[in-house]
């Protein structure tokens, strides 16, 4: 069990994880994600686009930031910003 153990002794995919969770706790209306998906599993992944969907319906505003081209597939109608050189 997660809550059993202390944040240090979490892995890295877990760590973001409790991250996006501690998030979600401070109720705040701008949630920012910077690369959410990174060391994530499928699973891990579905998780946080499932958090994403939560922060959404609940009228918060989400920026992602991200090299991951999943979350545009998950979320095509959200607004992209590409840099590029």
């Known amino acids: 069990i997660l809550l059993d153990r202390h944040p240090l002794e979490l892995t890295q995919a877990e760590k973001k994880r409790l991250g996006i969770a501690l998030a979600y706790g401070k109720q705040r209306k701008v949630i920012i994600?910077?690369?959410?998906?990174?060391?994530?599993?499928?699973?891990?992944?579905?998780m946080i686009v499932n958090a994403v969907k939560r922060?959404?319906?609940e009228g918060k505003a989400v920026l992602i930031i991200t090299h991951d081209p999943r979350f545009h597939r998950v979320f095509p109608a959200s607004a992209a910003i590409r840099l590029s050189r």
């Open 55 to 57: 922060f959404s319906a």
């Open 33 to 46: 994600l910077d690369e959410p998906s990174q060391y994530q599993d499928m699973e891990g992944f579905a």
